[in-house]
């Protein structure tokens, strides 16, 4: 019964939905239908559902890392910035290297970054035993202040300059450094190919790796861990390190996948919404993969809603924030009525 | 659209000029008009933009600046379809590309005859204008009003504050606090993060200068006068082309001359009658190229 909380969560959030869908005179089985059109209803609706599933895994999974870890990484968004801000800054430093350099250079640029950014979150931690819950949130702030001075600033694009216009973007990214594309006409890229093998490695990392098996540990009873040895602090901070690094990945896959330019907004909310798609999949790294999409689905399907039905976007703001806190109030529901189980059994 | 369509900005103005020329075609039985808003990631827009153009509508448009790229990339798989774009002055014909309007307003014009109100207006002599990004028409409207303001009355001092942001409510409302707080006794801004300049004002007593869209409604007791964007001609005049089967390469100007650009007074403010006189003079005097309004 369990395993289907999320999914009941789900489905009364959108029964809220379609209360508030009869207040508008919409019939919600129309807006539905549109929905689930314009998530699965044609070849470019897949391509796009996918597209953005693709953050929201690799998000999801430094999800599962920290939670597993026991740490709280709210920083997404911010790691998400800095790993972009890193791959754009890396494709246009070095634009006449070659696809096997610049591709590959950009992705690990990301990581490193975005690793990096959790990483300080994770060392406060560790060190001064600072709340990761502020300073990951905190983090957030710095980068997007930090991308707003860049992109008007140092890393703007030269034509926006020439143009007057002075959007706040990079210069394009040299296409030798774009993720191939999958379906011609689509944005869906080899990124979506590259977050599921992902997916496989931090399973892999997470359950058949001593070093997976110990942030396992600290998450599940630190006190324990800590009276088996473990080094605690240390492994904290590695979760969040390893956490900031797959968000950071995203950034990075957004940037050469879809945008293939470093542009404000790039984090699109998936800093958290992949927080919603990792508890989804019940912090496991293979449930990631259908939450994900799941909550791509729900992205993309609710602004083909809004054209088909013409309803207002704070509708589908609104929709989208009953989806997350239904699926987050069930798993709080979840752990306290496993405390309350824990609390009740009699001890040897 | 990147905000929602009564965002009281940007956003609206094209969605009223929709309305407008729905209205002058029968109503929904003469034209069928959807709209997607809060567009705020290029990404979700260049979506919408491909599924109304595999739709068929007869005219797409992609109203921000920043939808330019990726309405460069779709235009070239639909070349039946017409596109627009806006604000911005490129076609993208230099690219081979045929089938993209662009839309610009010279929101100078009404900068300026706004800036020759506010100096009629301003008891202190002290004027606040509440940017968001030194850029596209925020940029040239401030400019305008600016120089509508000094060529109107010499000691008059504009403070000017850019945000950095489009859509932030609170350090609009921050900027107006410190402008009222310098002695401002009239104030304007653009975008639709205005909302919570025009609540200071309303709150100060000052004297609120809208533009983009007609900002009356927002406080009837503070808003004097606004510069409207009117965009039915323009919107009529691409389907009219796309009919012909010309799907592109105009750039069209919105300015007081053509009727693009409107100025708007809130009937409920008595105006003074000097005041309004000034604003004519200005407003002919760029019409007729006597007046230049940037500087």
Known sequence: MEALTPVIAVLLALAIGAIMLLALQVNPATAYAALADGAFGSTFAVAQTLVKATPLLLVGLGICIAFRGGVINIGGEGQIIVGALATTAFTLGFPDAPLLVLLPGGLICGMLVGGLWGGIAGVLKARFGVNEILTTIMMNAIAVQLSNFLLRGPMIDPKEIVSGTLLAQSARLPETSWLPRLIPQTLLHAGAIFAVVMAVLVYVLLWRTVLGYRIRAVGLNADAARYAGIRVPVYQALALLLSGALAGLAGAVEVLGVSHRMMEGVSGGYGFSGIVAALFGKLHPLGAIPASVLFGSLLVGADKMQRAVQVPSALIDALNGLVVLFVVGSDILVRRRAQRRREQEPHA | ?295
Not at chain 2, 78 to 93: L, S
Not at chain 2, 95 to 115: D, H, S, T, W
Not at chain 2, 192 to 198: E, H
Request: charged share 20%; net charge neutral; hydrophobic share 45%.
């Open chain 2, 1 to 295: 659209m990147p905000s929602a369509s009564n965002d009281g900005a940007f956003s609206q103005s094209m969605f009223d000029a929709l309305k407008a020329v729905q209205a002058s075609m029968g109503g929904e039985a003469g034209m069928k008009l959807a709209v997607s808003e809060g567009m705020v990631q290029v990404p979700n827009a260049a979506a919408a933009i491909r599924d109304y153009a595999q739709q068929g509508y007869d005219l797409v448009i992609a109203h921000g600046t920043q939808y330019g790229n990726s309405l460069q990339e779709i235009a070239k798989d639909f070349p039946n379809i017409a596109f627009a774009w806006g604000t911005a002055t490129d076609t993208f014909a230099d690219k081979g590309i045929k089938n993209v309007f662009a839309y610009n307003p010279r929101a100078q014009e009404g900068g300026y005859a706004l800036g020759v109100l506010a100096a009629k207006l301003s008891k202190s002599g002290i004027i606040g204008v509440c940017g968001p990004v030194e850029a596209g028409d925020a940029k040239t409207y401030v400019d305008g009003f600016k120089k509508g303001v000094t060529d109107t009355k010499k000691d008059a001092k504009v403070n000017v504050v850019y945000t950095g942001s489009f859509s932030d409510v609170s350090l609009m409302a921050a900027a107006a606090e410190t402008h009222s707080k310098a002695g401002a006794d009239v104030l304007t801004g653009s975008s639709q993060a205005v909302v919570g300049a025009i609540g200071v004002a309303k709150d100060k007593k000052a004297i609120w200068l809208g533009t983009q869209a007609l900002q009356t409604a927002l406080a009837p007791d503070t808003v004097g006068a606004s510069q409207v964007y009117d965009f039915s001609g323009v919107v009529k005049e691409m389907l009219a082309l796309s009919a012909k089967g010309t799907k592109g390469g105009t750039a069209f100007e919105l300015s007081l001359k053509t009727g693009g650009l409107k100025i708007v007074y809130n009937d409920k403010l008595s105006i003074p009658a000097d005041a309004k006189a000034a604003v004519d003079a200005a407003m002919k005097g760029i019409i007729d190229g006597t007046i230049k309004p940037l500087p």
